[in-house]
């Protein structure tokens, strides 16, 4: 068998020499944007002269570049083209929208979509609820980063430096008896939530009230949005948290892969 890799499909309109490409073009990222041929090959799999044959090819077309002074391949400048057009024609409500209301008619109770304003969260959207008994916000209401499912989770995606910051100029002011504004415990919280992938909060807020929040992502990883339901507490229990908590997951995450993250 040939080292070179071999299609990632069976289907019978694959083309070998198309997939290869690909996984050329996606052996460069953020944190590596300039690889030698040997670094290419490794990771995509392939020897090194189909490897060289396939860069010089798409150097031809624009979507490989190589440095003068080393030799190093990098993404061509086409590719920034065709990234931009991408972004034209898509953004993130476009790609939310469909996950937001499918994940409400599944649940029946509110979802919404959240991002970050300097030291605030900021609804951006939201679908209310089919039960009589729902709880909802008004589009463009601005809320502090320490209550709140989907503003913790918009403060943990905040580096640690931030994080301290905001912590330092920010007045912790319960909104009921529930709301953490004990800076430590703070902290406990964003590094909880850092290591779970999502938020929660029980009548942090509001009385009665229970949210559960997941991460958007961008193509560099960065947090860029909260996808989080709200849920009044009289209907959260175990089954009921397990399916939100899936729902908005796999939500978050397909809405995060169409915005080109890789995670």
């Known amino acids: 068998m040939s080292d070179d890799h071999q299609p990632k499909s069976d289907t019978r309109y694959a083309v070998q020499a198309v997939d290869r490409a690909i996984d050329i073009l996606e052996t460069f990222t953020h944190q590596d944007p300039y690889l030698s041929l040997g670094q ?3 990771r995509a799999k392939l020897s090194k ?5 396939l860069l010089a090819t798409m150097a031809r077309r624009g979507l490989i570049d190589q440095r003068a002074d080393n030799g190093a391949y990098c993404l061509g400048s086409e590719i920034a083209a065709l990234a931009a057009v991408r972004t034209r024609q898509n953004n993130l409500l476009d790609y939310a929208l469909p996950v937001i209301r499918r994940i409400r008619d599944m ?57 301290l910051d905001y912590l330092a100029r920010t007045e912790l002011v319960p909104f009921t008896s529930k709301t953490i504004v004990d800076k430590e415990r703070l902290w406990a919280e964003v590094r909880g939530i850092r290591e779970r992938g999502y938020a929660e909060s029980r009548e942090e807020k509001y009385i009665g009230g229970v949210s559960l929040a997941a991460p958007i992502r961008d193509a560099t990883g960065t947090v ?24 908005l997951l796999g939500g978050a995450a397909y809405v995060s892969r169409e915005l080109g993250n890789r995670g």
């Open 49 to 53: 002269p189909t490897a060289f044959r």
């Open 224 to 247: 860029i949005a909260a996808l989080y339901a709200s849920i009044p507490e009289q209907r959260y229990d175990d089954e009921y948290r397990s399916r939100c908590k899936e729902a």
């Open 107 to 163: 649940l029946n109770d509110t979802i919404a979509l959240a991002i970050r304003v300097g030291d605030y969260r900021v609804h951006v959207y939201q679908l209310e609820g089919l039960h009589p008994l729902r709880r909802g916000a008004h589009s463009g209401e601005r809320s502090p980063l320490y209550a709140g499912a989907s503003n913790k989770l918009l403060l943990a995606a905040m580096e640690d430096s931030e994080v």
């Open 40 to 42: 290419v090959a490794e």
